[in-house]
């Protein structure tokens, strides 16, 4: 199982921009098919963005479109999630997961994710 470790959260104001890190241990990320979820206060947590292996699909909520954007670096182990004209909604806690997949279909439900990592907490201001 791998171990993933997120980074990259903070306070920023409304309308600013954040990137999060998530890095992996072990030499078979590149196996891996990546998401992001995040679990506001009182809130269920809930997807926001995955990538599948070699980086062949994307896909992200709703409430995200156009302005966060999921990339990976196989190379680096790393899992990216840039997140730009950040609203005050989008305050949570942001985790990273992995899924050893048999295709190449995006999963949405964190169910299917077996690796977590501890997550990182991106404030937004308004």
């Known amino acids: 199982q791998v171990q993933l470790a997120e980074s990259g959260g903070g306070l920023v104001q409304a309308g600013g921009s954040l990137r999060l890190s998530c890095v992996a241990s072990?030499?078979?990320?590149?196996?891996?098919?990546m998401a992001w979820f995040r679990q506001g206060p009182g809130k269920a947590r809930e997807f926001v963005a995955a990538?599948?292996?070699?980086?062949?699909?994307?896909d992200y909520a709703d409430s995200v479109k156009g302005r966060f954007t999921i990339s990976r670096d196989n190379a680096k182990n790393t899992v990216y999630l840039q997140m730009s004209s950040l609203k005050a909604e989008d305050t949570a806690v942001y985790y990273c997961?992995?899924?050893?997949?048999?295709?190449?279909?995006?999963?949405?439900?964190?169910?299917?994710?077996?690796?977590w990592g501890q997550g990182t907490q991106v404030t937004v201001s308004s």
């Open positions: 997961a992995a899924r050893t997949p048999v295709d190449y279909a995006i999963a949405y439900d964190p169910d299917q994710y077996r690796s």
């Open positions: 072990g030499r078979t990320f590149w196996t891996y098919a």
């Open positions: 990538i599948t292996q070699r980086s062949f699909t994307t």
